[in-house]
């Protein structure tokens, strides 16, 4: 082709890519202008109350799923058989299904279970809250695991051989070099795989809980307004994970802030 | 097993039904993903800001809520469409097309980081040597980036796509017979929930498995030009 020809050829495409791209503006912008915002406020109440419920969910569930990665990771990259299989087990499963299936195994699977019924663990299983809760944090433990895991033995080995020849037990070494240091190589990671755990919640509103999610299925159901429903849903999700992430960069800084001074 | 057996037919419609709905929505996320790539490598403001925006909605909204989103939506959008055009009937839109489509768009979104990973990690000379040859941009594109962005992306893609089949069972939320879906009808006409969500869990772990012993021949095809060393 001449290139004179293909110069005004990529004209032309960008002249109509740009002339489309106003048009969905001035879409978008119409959609925002005939909202319903008469619904959003008679259920603003109920839409706050949701968003905590989620941030409830997601920060109990990553912090029980952190006391559970921990052993977990530390038993995987453990030399023992004994210890590392049933680590990788754990690690393999949570990952490896659905977090539908855990949730729904948990509800409405130990939920029958005779030995559950009959016990004293009957009054936690049988809370929706309680089941969304040991599913999160089981499934986001395993995630953390694995994350926790691949910190671990990112660590450099002449640290561990230092703290060892200083004459650190294993056990003290793991507590004053390995962990602290594979702990903020696991920052970044970690901050996905709590995203991660906070998109999981929304799943808690098929066993009934109404949390963000769940309550716009109901605004939706009562009003059979979706969009309103589900934009102001998708607009809270969009801010929670915008806040987290910029108190997470925060924390990262001031986690390695010891590494600043050698540039 | 003798609860199980008589399920086995079901359970099996179940997993063609998951593996047709991953499929079909793989080609569909990968061409956006190359898309977005290609907007966020533009240098076009306009196209930046479309590939800024599909990934970090698509990151930061709820697999759960994307897939209601087009469900409803699709219905919604279709009908409002339709009614315009004069058509007074009601369409009903396929859950299997609405969620085909909702789990290609997410894929899409995170595929257009690792193909954009991908084709930043192509040494700069290779480009310049195509351009000297006088291989124009689309072929330098067609040529020389190409085949070496399937190399360079496929472990990542292959991740996803474990995602995106685990991603998969939230359309059984929205009417669509998968695994998850027929393990649900087969507990509840056998009343052991505990059975068969843990088979359908055994299915999705199977399914996992035999998807990353897959992915290890692709990489290998891809690497093929590549000396050993640098495999």
Not at chain 1, 178 to 202: C, H, Q, S, V
Request: with cysteine; charged share 10%.
């Amino acid at each position: 082709m001449e290139p004179d020809a293909l110069k005004i050829m990529t004209r032309i495409v960008k002249g109509v890519f740009y002339g489309l791209t106003a048009l969905l503006i001035v879409v978008v912008l119409y959609i925002l202008w005939t909202l319903n915002y008469d619904v959003i406020f008679r259920y603003f109440g109920r839409i706050l109350g949701g968003t905590w419920l989620t941030i409830q969910l997601v920060t109990l569930s990553v912090f029980i799923g952190f006391f559970i990665a921990l052993p977990v990771a530390i038993m995987r990259v453990s030399h023992i058989p004994w210890l590392r299989h049933p680590a990788y087990g754990f690690i393999f499963f949570f990952r490896g299904t659905p977090l539908l299936v855990q949730l729904f195994f948990i509800y409405y699977g130990l939920a029958q279970v005779d030995l559950v019924r009959h016990t004293f663990l009957w009054p936690v299983f049988r809370d929706a809250y309680w089941c969304a809760l040991i599913a999160f944090a089981l499934n986001t433990g395993g995630y953390s695991a694995e994350i926790l895991r691949g910190a671990i033995q990112a660590v450099p080995k002449g640290e561990i051989e230092a703290a060892r020849a200083i004459g650190m037990s294993l056990v003290t070494a793991y507590r004053r070099i390995i962990l602290p240091r594979a702990f903020r190589l696991a920052i970044p990671a970690y901050g996905n795989e709590i995203i991660f755990m906070l998109k999981g919640t929304a799943l808690a509103s098929t066993i009934t809980l109404y949390e963000l999610t769940g309550i716009a299925r109901l605004v939706n159901a009562r009003t059979y307004q979706p969009v309103e429903a589900y934009l102001s849903a998708g607009v809270l999700y969009m801010v929670l994970t915008y806040i987290f992430l910029q108190a997470w960069q925060l924390f990262e800084r001031r986690a390695n802030r010891y590494l600043a001074a050698q540039g | 097993m003798q609860t199980v057996l008589p399920y086995a037919n079901l359970l099996l419609t179940g997993t063609l039904i998951t593996l047709l709905v991953t499929i079909a929505a793989l080609p569909i996320g990968i061409a956006l993903g190359l898309l977005g790539a290609g907007a966020k490598l533009s240098g076009d403001p306009v196209a930046m800001a479309y590939g800024n925006v599909y990934t970090s909605v698509v990151r930061g909204i709820p697999e759960f809520l994307v897939i209601l989103v087009f469900a409803t939506g699709s219905q919604f959008a279709v009908n409002a469409v339709a009614e315009s055009l004069g058509y007074t009937g009601h369409i009903n839109v396929s859950p299997f097309v609405a969620g085909v489509v909702a789990l290609g768009f997410m894929f899409g979104a995170y595929a257009t980081e690792v193909f954009r990973g991908a084709i930043m990690a192509i040494p700069k000379g290779q480009i310049e040597a195509a351009r000297a040859f006088g291989m124009g941009h689309w072929l330098t594109f067609r040529r020389v980036t190409l085949p070496q962005v399937w190399r360079l992306a496929l472990p990542g893609l292959g991740n996803l796509y474990l995602v995106l089949m685990k991603d998969s069972a939230l359309v059984s939320l929205i009417g669509l017979n998968d695994i998850m879906r027929v393990s649900g009808i087969a507990a509840q006409a056998t009343k052991n929930t505990v059975l068969f969500y843990f088979v359908a869990a055994l299915i999705y772990l199977a399914l996992t498995v035999v998807s990353m012993r897959v992915q290890a021949p692709l990489e290998a095809w891809a690497n093929k030009g590549l000396p050993r060393a640098v495999r």
